[in-house]
């Protein structure tokens, strides 16, 4: 996968490709201007990409089974936010970061971490933190400590093993997160 986005006096664009890496050729591509994206990641786990908007903030997704040939991106992500806020130009989305560990995906915004998982529901009912489009279901969850909520800006996201590594502006320590050792 290859992605750049730029921005100029028209807005901001960008463009995301898939490779074969045997043959050298591009298989799918999809260009942006309405809602491009501040970052993306993949999951193979779960066979998506995700990307959270420039514009918005919100995260998105697209099957990478279901990839139709054109990549209009109007048809292809589906928000797991708040539709209403992809053309508010805002640029709420700017500086946020997406990763993906295992079967989740780890979204910052501002000195948050939203965390996605998707869900397997046998009925339908579901909350204001689910989304249900595209024929996938993902669930947020907001992480750390109610008292640690919209502190300083989260810079970077990484991963290693079972630890989480994150950091802030102006701030000169690392945060490290450990998942639980026991398996659920």
Sequence with gaps: ???GSHSGPSGVAGNVRLWDVRSGNVVWEIQEKVDCFADVAVSDPLSVMFKVGVNSGEAFYIDLRNLSSGGN?????VCLGDKRKVTNGKKEGIGCKVETQGNQVFCTKGGDVELWSEVVMGNKKVGESVSVEGGRIFKKNLMGRVQDMGGAKINNLAFGGSRMFLTRRDHHSVEVWQS????L
Excluded: K, L, V
Aim: net charge neutral; proline share 0%.
């Design 180 to 183: 639980s050792s026991r398996e």
């Design 73 to 77: 991106a109007s048809n292809t992500w």
């Design 1 to 3: 996968m290859a992605a």
